[in-house]
C-alpha cells in the first residue's frame, strides 16, 4: 500500500504551455521525491501589445510518501 500526497505549483514559460509544464515538473523535482503524475489545473497567458508574453500553468502534482 503506498500513500500519495498532492501539491500545486505554478510555472510559466515565454515560448509554450508545454515547456512551461516541463519547466514545473522539473524544478518540483530538485526538492521533491517520487512524482507520479501531473494534472493542469489551469492555464493562462500574459498578453502585451496584443502578442503573448508568458504561458502560466498552475499543476496539482502528486507524489508517493516514503
Keep these: ?4 500526497k ?3 505549483i ?3 514559460s515565454t515560448s509554450s504551455f508545454e ?4 519547466l ?3 524544478t518540483s523535482a ?3 521525491r517520487n512524482i507520479q503524475s501531473a494534472w493542469v489545473k489551469e492555464q493562462s497567458v500574459v498578453v502585451e501589445n496584443g502578442k503573448i ?3 502560466r500553468t ?3 502534482v502528486t507524489f508517493v510518501l516514503e
Excluded: F, H, P
Excluded at 500500500?1 to 500519495?4: D, E, F, L, W
Excluded at 515547456?19 to 516541463?22: G, T, Y
Design 58 to 60: 498552475v499543476l496539482k
Design 19 to 22: 515547456d512551461a509544464i516541463r
Design 1 to 4: 500500500m503506498s500513500v500519495a
Design 30 to 32: 530538485k526538492t521533491v
Design 10 to 12: 505554478s510555472s510559466e
Design 53 to 55: 508574453v508568458k504561458y
Design 24 to 26: 514545473g515538473i522539473e
Design 6 to 8: 498532492i501539491i500545486e
